[in-house]
Structure formats: C-alpha cells, structure tokens
C-alpha cells in the first residue's frame, strides 16, 4: 500500500533538533511506499527522509509555499479560493496515486490533505498533535500565527469534518474541536523513540539526576527549577532543548553560581537521548500548555519519576493516569518535590517502577504503531 504525508513543518528543522524517530511516518511498517509532501520550503536530507519512512520506498515532494503569498493569492484564505489554488498539489499525486493521505497538525496541511483526497477519490485521515485552546494561543502565539489560524479555521474545520479519521494524540485536544468532530475523533498517542523495555533498578551513587526535556520558551521555563537547585545541593539538572528563554536560563545559572550542577544540551539525536533516560533520576516539567508530549512518554516508559507543575497538567487524562508528583510552579515547590526523592532513594525506585508500569500500559510504542496503522489500513479497505 501506498501512503502520503503532508505536513507544513520544516524535516530539516526536526533534524537539527534530533527529533527524528526511524519509521516515524509509516507506523508498524504497514506501508510498502511513502510519499512525504512538505507544503513549506524545505530541503531536508535523503538520509533523513528514509529514516521516516523505513521500510518503505521513499518520496519527497516540496511545494514550497509561502504563507504570506498564499495570503494574497487567497484572498485572506477564503476557503473556495484556498481549496482551488491548493488544487494545483493534485498534480503531484496522479502519476503515482496513494491508497490514503495522512495530514500532520489541523492547519494547511489538513486542508491540502481533503484538496488531495477528493480530487483523486482516495480517503484521507489527520491526525492532530496541538490543544486548540484559545486562552493558551492567544498567551503563547504570535499575532501573525493567531491570524492565520483564524482565518483558516473555516477551512480546517471542513476538512476534519469530511476526513475519514481524526487522530488525536492526547484527550484534550477533543475538548477544543467542535461538538461532531470532537465526537470522532479518536486518542491515538504520539509515536516515540523507546524500542524495548529496560529493568528500574537503583540509580547511581552520588547527586540525583534531574533532567528537563524540551524547548525553553515562554510557557515553557526552566527557570524556577533552576532556582530550586539553590536549596537541594544534592541534585543536578541536565537540560535538554533549545528556545527563547535558553539565553536567560543560562545567564541564571551564572548568576547564581550553578555551572558545576546544571549542564544544557541545545540538541541531541533522539536514539542516543533515549538510550541515556535511564541513566537519570527524575524528570522535571514546568508547562502552561495542555499536552502531553512525547519527551514526557519517552521518560516514563523508560522509568522516570514526573515532577510536573500542577495545572493545566492535572486536568489532562494523561497525567491523572500516572503516579506523578504534582508542584505549584514556584521554586521552592520544585525543591521540596526533590528534597522528598533524593531523601529516600527506595521511594524514588518505588515510584519509578510504578511510572513505568502505567506508562507501559497507556503508551506500549508497539500497540500505538499498531493501532495508528490499523485505522489508516481500514480507511483503503473501507473497513472504517
């Protein structure tokens, strides 16, 4: 079978952030060909496109849009006028037509995947990866990008309507869709990185290991667990990822005097970040977004600890079915979290295997393989 991507996101931006996962486009190996279409200017390398799609033959198709261009060709996105000029994609897919598309995020990439699928006939499924929550956007987004999803929002909502599946990779997303899609739309989690299960056992002699996973930006900051670590000497924190607030969560560690205890890592390929996890103690979030992101999936599944900022997280489904310890999101709730597990390594054991025994049931990356190849193989036979 035959199955096209398409997706607005830059592969060559993943790669440099190491985010690329073997597979990552054609899950459980259902397909025999994939064919990725990047809507976006794009250049990403072969190398890498292959790694996606293994072990599938491989395509990649650019059409290089430009939002601004797209703007004005549209008219301000008007859905008819967006739907004929994405129209000219279609060309793309006759001399090699898939059996089914699958779109990436609920923006221009789930209106170009329905252009595609009714001209050619063929069934299409998006699966969304973004809480479409309007109080968090309007904190966190760009006036440009908020914008642009209001003004395509029309058009988005049509084509998740008339798709053949809405895959969402956490249940808060369905509370943001409107009422008929919401009811359609199926949790199917993120695919991740972790290959087989490893045995928690005591950690090291020496400090706890904290680890922070992930982008450095606003409602993403580092900076009050940072600032726990003036209390809990005992503790060192490695950080992970890049972003807007990377610069001031360095000059915070300067400034404080805690180079020796902290160590930041822009990027890291994400087979040889999974292949370390075990060899930390505790994982670390502080997020305002609703979500639960695959580095969180990729830490329990490997046994870690979750020390996580109580709301929104204790609202999300994801994270009431692990035994993670809630904190407000100040430093000094941070710390007295750490105190507690580096105090008493058994507790910290204890509840590392708990995690990963619930995270083992909710995300085995097995069962999500299959289950997202499952509802894209029903929608060609018609089984959906």
């Known amino acids: 079978m035959h199955l096209m991507v398409v997706l607005e996101d830059r592969i060559s931006e993943w790669d440099a952030k190491g985010e690329i996962l073997d597979g990552y486009f054609n899950p459980a190996g259902a397909f025999d060909s994939v064919t990725v279409l990047g809507l976006v200017d794009d250049r990403p390398d072969e190398a890498t496109i292959a790694r996606l799609c293994a072990p599938a033959r491989h ?53 170009a995947a329905a252009v595609i699928g009714r001209a ?43 798709a053949g599946a809405v895959m969402a990779v956490y249940a808060p997303i369905r509370d943001y869709l409107p009422a008929d899609i919401a009811e359609k739309a199926v949790v199917v989690p993120n695919v991740v990185g972790i290959g087989a299960r490893e045995t928690v056992g005591p950690s090291g002699s020496g400090p706890m290991q904290a680890l922070w996973l992930g982008r450095q930006m606003p409602g993403r900051d580092p900076r009050p667990i940072i600032a726990a670590l003036n209390v809990t000497p005992n503790v060192e924190l490695t950080l992970v990822g890049d972003g807007l607030l990377h610069d001031a969560a360095r000059r915070m560690v300067e400034d404080t005097g805690l180079e020796r205890r902290t160590t930041f890592i822009r990027a890291i390929e994400n087979r ?51 035994p993670v310890l ?41 069962k999500v393989a299959t289950q997202t190849a499952d509802i894209l193989r029903a929608l060609v036979t018609g089984a959906h």
Not at 345 to 351: G, P
Request: glycine share 6%; hydrophobic share 40%.
């Open 272 to 322: 040889e970040l999974c292949a370390k996890l075990p060899a930390y103690d505790v994982l670390v979030v502080n997020s305002a977004f609703r979500e639960m992101p695959k580095t969180v999936m990729e830490a329990t599944l490997s046994g870690l600890p979750v020390i996580v900022n109580r709301l929104p997280a204790a609202e999300s489904p994801e994270y009431s079915n692990l």
């Open 120 to 162: 050619a006939q063929i069934p299409y499924a998006v699966s969304i990866h973004t809480t479409p929550d309007p109080q968090i956007q309007s904190r966190y987004l760009g006036a440009r990008d908020r914008l642009w999803r209001r003004l395509l929002e029309p058009s988005v909502h049509r084509a998740l309507r008339d």
């Open 59 to 111: 395509r990649y198709l650019n059409a290089g849009i430009d939002r601004r261009e797209l703007m004005f060709a549209t008219f301000g996105l008007r859905p008819g006028r967006l739907a004929s000029w994405l129209g000219r994609l279609t060309g793309d897919v006759a001399s090699d037509p898939p059996d089914i598309v699958r779109a990436y995020g609920d923006g221009l990439a789930a209106v």
């Open 326 to 366: 809630f904190v407000d999101a100040d430093s000094g709730s941070y710390a007295s979290a750490l105190r507690d597990l580096e105090s008493n390594s058994r507790k910290r054991i204890t509840l590392a295997r708990a995690t990963q025994d619930a995270a083992w049931q909710l995300w085995d990356p097995d």
